[in-house]
């Protein structure tokens, strides 16, 4: 059986999933998957003192973060959730990093609402993309801080039409440190605190 040190030496070394071969990654999806049955929060939709917090992401599938590594001159960077359960907002941003002083920053501020114990709809709001120079970007944290503020950045920041951006996501293993999800697109996430 496998457990959580198995899974997190399984995608160590795989930049996220960017490097995970294909062998790779069914070792890595039968991981989760073991992994997930022995979920200690059969309710983590309910559990806003786990769910809640800054969150990095360790490994993805989801096709829609890992080609942002695809664009000419750009190398994907670190990517952070940051979950607020009592607001039900969601923030993400992904570091791009490339040629010197162009480091640049893609980020979304959705909304999500219980759907199930274990399921929420998510709502995107929000984007912004743009240079960290210009934007003032220091921290993740800070970053966040200035969203929920309601501060305009030196970026392309524009709104989302919630009706047409959304999703949702299953969590499907929640504890103190470790956060496995399934997305509507069949992509899955590992995240830790």
Do not use: C
């Not at 457990?3 to 989760?32: P, V």
Request: hydrophobic residues 40%; glycine residues 8%.
């Amino acid at each position: 059986m496998i457990g959580k040190a198995e899974l997190l030496e399984a995608i160590a070394g795989k930049n996220r999933g960017l490097l995970a071969t294909e062998q790779d990654k069914q070792a890595i999806l039968i991981a989760i998957a073991q992994l997930e049955d022995r979920n200690p929060t059969p309710r983590p939709v309910e559990a806003a003192e786990l769910l809640d917090g800054n969150w990095r992401l360790l490994y993805t599938t989801s096709k829609s973060l890992l080609n942002i590594d695809q664009l000419p001159l750009l190398k994907l960077g670190q990517i952070y959730q940051f979950i607020r359960a009592k607001t039900q907002k969601v923030y993400n941003i992904a570091e791009v990093y490339g040629l010197p002083y162009l480091q640049g920053l893609v980020s979304v501020a959705a909304s999500f609402e219980p759907i199930s114990e274990r399921r929420v709809q998510v709502k995107f709001h929000r984007s912004i993309v743009g240079l960290q120079g210009l934007i003032g970007y220091q921290s993740p944290v800070d970053f966040i801080q200035q969203i929920e503020a309601g501060k305009k950045f030196a970026a392309i920041d524009f709104g989302l039409d919630s009706r047409n951006q959304q999703g949702w996501l299953d969590i499907t293993y929640l504890d103190e440190n470790l956060r496995l999800g399934r997305g509507n697109e069949g992509s899955v996430y590992v995240l830790t605190k």
